[in-house]
């Protein structure tokens, strides 16, 4: 028990190293942005009509604390960030965890959705497209899967949309009808969310099923002709406890690893889907404030949420494993 | 088991068997030869022999051969020039023509297109209307002169495959530039192929390099190593391209930016690769043939080039095609949000950008003849992928 603490302990720690390593690439690549903060409030003011100067620049820039070192700006970023604090949006001079609100938690939902999705439809087929004798099986099952992912996302979303809208009368874009905009959280509004936000789901689920069954598959198939699977076999153990209980554990190890990576594939994917469906989510927002306004702030403070989700999944996923494989454990506990 | 050639170095059965297959003998010749020629046959030799038995990844690799030579060939193949240059200025958002060999008037042994012409006037509202002229034949001749290319970027030439007499024909249709679809679209290929390849290959040297020195390293390296790929792998690529597109300067060239969009795909794609590249180091070194070979006395340098890199080169090769059409999907989408390949280029995310709009979805729905053969490509090579795969795994005999 005192060596399982302390496995989950160094875990911790190593989490938040990576947290802290990526925020400092997150960072950077905010900085790398042409322009800065400073120069895009004023520019705004420009717009108004007032004339601005250089040293207007400068002045803006010291009350934003522009002026400061590359690494002391970094480390205050960082330790506000850490406390949910991201400062003001640079176009839209809102609080940006105000504006975020719960975007990002529904961004975030609709991606895990999406995650269990795939995984719903590429354990079962991977583990019978490897294990099966039956080529049409394994075949179709696989055209199905991989389709998704050939079939690029945005056009999928744009197809579903034109037929739901030209033979049922009904536009799928956006997350809420109208009443439950900005209404608060009850049971009428997550049924009116999950009314819009299947589609989404859908699409980002088929497209990351390929990527997730070329895994089981990989992995079954490296399981299944290993003796200890024979052994069973010989045992009297046939069918589908055979193959449930004895290659699929073994194979299903490495995806729970993974699971964090799979997020972020799919978080990366959700920016289009979002722009074709008019949603209004955080990946919407992402790409606004990348393509368009250049808005460093914003983009900043949701990939560092993104990232620091990942990372939180990527640390449940070790301990869980560490619970469910003895192998793993039994490394730990040594 | 396999009817793979037998090898002509050992023509002599009786000493290459051994005693372990005195069995054999009572089976009659033949069968021996085969089983001989499986038992000395080179990997390559073994997986192509099992690659072969599978249909699906057969059919998904000849589709890859023909779209790959298409691709090749593009500049050949398509009538017109892809770029603004190649341009029907009387024939913009226009229908796919295809040939036919009987009209109204009549039938003809050669295939034909009808004519068409452009006009504005009080009854069309003052707009420019396409109009189908059914009286004109257009009839499609080979090898036809037209716009100069060079092909593989080498040889001088102005022959096109097909072409018309005396008009232009879109088979695919024109988009609202008045640029052949069909043209774009073979040419679209080659520029997913050469991204692919540039970014694959990139994406391969960085992680055999990273791969490889934590692997063979192990220890406190590999640690460090593999937290620091860890934490590439959790920033998300889009943010990280916008910021590198920043580094671009709108002026750029076409070629130039590409060059840049296929080096930085390579640049985000390393980690997945290089993660493979470790675990299968690591798991080799410790197995007992390495062992068996130290004990013989052989050095590391003989180890690692005759015993662990065969041990998993199909393993890469195979890992290089699963993660091609990856690369491919990403430029796709890149360039079609606005931060990847720009106009000149063909490439099907710069085609379908203006393929959002309900207009187009409802009324030109050409536009979208392109992305069947995307789909074609990225299924070809998940597929080749996946058989690539199953052939490569020496224990896929064993259960199947």
Known sequence: MLNFSRFVLTRAVMALITLIIVSLVVFSLMELVPGDCAERYLAFKNTQGSGISVED?????????????????????????????????????????????????????????SLALAYAIAIPVGIISAATNNPWLNNGLRLFSYLGLAMPNFLLALMIMLVSTVWFGETLTGLFSKEYRDAPWDWDKFVDLMKHAWLPIFILGWSATAFALQTVRALMSDEIGKLYVTAAAARGVHGRKLLWRYPARHALGPIVNSLGFDLNRIFNELPIVALILTLTEAGALLIEALARSNDQQLAGAIIFLLTASIVTLNFFTDILLAVIDPRVRKSILR | MSDTPSNPTDPNLAQTTGPHVAIVETEDAVERRAKEAYFTASQGQLIWARFRKQRAAMIAACVLVFLILSGLFAPFLSPYDPTIAGRDKDYTNGAPQIPMFCDKNGCSARPFIHGVERERS???????????????????????????????????????????????????????????????????????MKVGTIGVVIAFVLALIIGGVSGYYGGWIDGVIQMITDAVRTVPAIPLFMAVAAFMPPEMTAEARFFYISMILGLIGWPTLARRVRTHLLTERNQEYVLAAQLCGAGPGHVIRRHLLPSFTSYIIVDLVIS?????????????????????????????????????????????????FFIALVMAFVFVGDGLRDAADPYSDAHK
Request: aromatic content about 14%; overall charge negative.
């Open chain 1, 57 to 113: 620049i400068e002045i803006e820039r010291q009350r934003l604390g522009l002026d400061q070192p590359f690494l002391a700006r970094w480390g205050s970023w960082i330790i506000n960030a850490f406390q949910g604090e991201f400062g003001d949006s640079c176009i839209l001079r809102v609080n940006i965890a105000q504006l975020l609100g719960d975007k990002f938690m529904l961004s975030l939902t609709i991606c895990l959705a």
């Open chain 2, 122 to 192: 009080m009854a069309t509202n003052f707009r420019w209307v396409t109009k189908v002229n059914e009286d004109e034949r257009l009839y499609v001749k080979f090898f036809v002169d037209g716009d100069r290319y060079k092909l593989f970027g080498l040889i001088k030439m102005d022959t096109h495959l097909f072409g018309v007499e005396g008009g232009k024909i879109h088979i695919f249709g024109t988009d609202e530039d008045g640029q052949d679809i069909f043209s774009r679209t073979l040419h679209a290929i080659w520029t997913s």
């Open chain 2, 324 to 372: 091609f059409p990856y690369m491919v999907l990403s430029e796709t989408a890149l360039s079609f949000i606005g931060l990847g390949l720009k106009d000149p280029v063909s490439s099907l995310g710069v085609m379908l950008q203006k393929a959002t709009s309900a207009d187009v979805l409802l009324n030109y729905q050409w536009y979208f003849i392109p992305v069947l």
